[in-house]
């Protein structure tokens, strides 16, 4: 019991220390260009880590300030805000209300930034998010806002460096696979400026990409000579001590995870003149609860394992990037009954995105992701039974000043659920699904 | 989870005993505490200043912030990878020295500049700029890279004789006979050729490098073809002397 005890004064103390950093942070001078925090500790302007200005994608620099635990630069002000207004309309919004919905969202979500420099070898990249339209009140019908926790990572780091080596550690604590990924075909990185109307994804993907702000996670991880990156992670479940890494989720709707759940990733870089490649494997396995209430009995088996590659050209005024992702996911359902039909399944998710900007204003780029898998009637209850949905997203945007994004996506879908036509059974095709989607994106 | 329609099982199975839970219990407070350890040990880290990355300490060793923070850009030994970022190994150093102070003045406002240069040298003190000048200008200058014979030609004579035709002096009267540098006045020889263009670019266009004042009536009557050209032979130049 007296062990208990200790426990939990530990875990206070880590958190008062916490507070205490935060605070001396906020009361440290204040630089006042009007740029996010990042920008502000720095002193840089946004190209320098973001490719062609085009947030999140980050340039090589970009990867080694986050790699170096985002400590490059001043202590500052660690706070930055950020806002998303859209508006979204769908092909044939009526036949099924369940998900393709219009709407016009002025004001669709709203983040908090806590991030920024902490020491010289600790850095945090924490966000909080509002958004406006988290549900609907059943008796009323109108949307209601929520606050939740969303991408958290907070970091410890360390570099060596001298004429013939260079050798770049880490820890970090966090709440997404991937999210301390450096690189943006990370299944945490590589869809941006989501919205909830519409239909905007496959509804099936791998767990990878499904445990954001659900899981607590701990990863250590090398980036040797700029061109090997190595990363370890074992995720649990968020709740008692880390339950503000998931603050906002329901523990009912909270993915109940099994024990420890490891998360592998290796990655092989170059760079050369103005051009920059990555290739790279990674690999979870998860295990699951069937009832996140429950969390006791036999789990469900997810085996992700996946390909990625990514190319950069950076040389103002042009930027082109590119990203492929493969990821090929098994599922044993072992003793768990109800959940499936099959005792196994797998679903695999391909995903390609070309990008080109001119002068960092300017930027077009296209995207087709096409999902695929096993069928099972009880998994996917529509006509085929099966997951397949492959489509493209064209979009075209402009950044007008580094903080601010004007873009519309259209997301054209040529088979959803398995068919192209009829896929419901009610005679809905796949096209219906196809959304448009305008966003206006700001960070100040 | 992968099904679209959030179906869960209604039936809970229990499977473990009362011990069984007490120690998944305990297992998990001991995950717990390793994580507060290593966050407490993180948050509650010294500064390390032989391996600092900040920009605005002034007990911070300028060979360190060489490496820790312009090596990303510039590379360890002042030889880039990507022509975004200049060469600045062997670089004069009465000329680094220039530059960094017109950074932090917001004297020279060229878009590589201001965009990544006005934070990075906002807070640095002379000593720290007097040793990064001295530690890039002691590396070795960069290598020639190897070039397209017909532009290093003609390249090669503007950077000796000028353009007679349109009174363009050759760049050896100030920037040596090796394109090496001669105090204020730039080494050239193993530059990027992207950079020299742009550069030149800046001066004959803009003011806004008005410390190379004296540039912008040389690159006046330059056509892009003559800087392309020019740019090509600094690039190919081989780095002795």
Known sequence: MDSFICLYRGMKYSRLLAIILVIQALLSPLVADALPVFARQTGQNCVACHAGGQFPELTSYGRLFKLTGYTIGTRTVPLSVMGVASFTKSANPDSDVAFAKDAVALFQTGSIFLAGKVTDNVGVFSQWTYNNYDH????????????????????????????????????????????????????????????????????????????????????????????????????????????FLSQGTKSQDQTNLKGVNPYVRLALSHDWGPHSAMIGVLAMNAQIYPDSTNPVGPTTRYRDRGIDAQYQYLLDPHTVTAQFSFIRETITNGDVTGVASNASNTLNQLRLKASYVYRAKYGASLSYFSTTGSSDATLYPDVAANPGTRGWVPEVFWTPVQYLRIGVQYYAYTQFHGASSNYDGSGRNAKDNNTLFLYVWGAY | MNSYDDCMPAHRMVTETRTDTRIGHLKRQGFHFSLSLIVVAGLAACNLPERSRSLGDPNVAAKTLALQVCSNCHGVQGISVSPNFPKLAAQAEPYLVAQLKSFKSHGRSDPAGFEYMWGISARLTDDQINGLAAYFSSQAPPPGKPGNLTLLKEGQKIF??????????????????????????????????????????????????????????????????????????????????
Not at chain 1, 161 to 176: A, K, Q
């Open chain 1, 136 to 243: 609907q009140d059943l008796g009323s019908g109108k949307w209601k806002g929520k606050w939740a926790s969303d991408n958290f990572d907070l970091r410890y780091a360390d570099r060596f460096i001298g004429p013939t080596e260079d050798f770049i550690f880490g820890f970090s604590l966090n709440n997404n696979p991937s999210l301390t990924d450096p690189w943006s075909t990370a299944p945490a990185w590589i869809q941006y400026v989501p919205t909830k109307f519409g239909v905007t994804a496959p509804d099936a993907s791998p767990i990878i990409s499904q445990l954001g702000t659900q899981v607590a996670g701990l990863t250590a991880y090398t980036f040797w000579q700029q061109t090997l990156y190595a990363e370890v992670s074992a995720y649990q479940t968020s709740n008692g001590a880390w339950s």
């Open chain 2, 160 to 241: 000796e004789q000028g353009i007679a035709a349109n009174n363009t002096p050759a760049c050896t009267g100030c920037h040596g006979a090796h394109g090496e540098g001669i105090q204020q006045f730039p080494r050239l020889a193993g530059q990027h050729a992207d950079y020299i263009v742009k550069q030149l670019m800046v001066f004959q266009r803009t003011d806004e490098r008005p410390e190379g004042v004296m540039m912008k009536g040389i690159a006046h009557e330059l056509t892009p073809e003559n800087m392309k050209n020019v740019a090509a032979y600094l690039e190919a130049m081989p780095s002795s002397p």
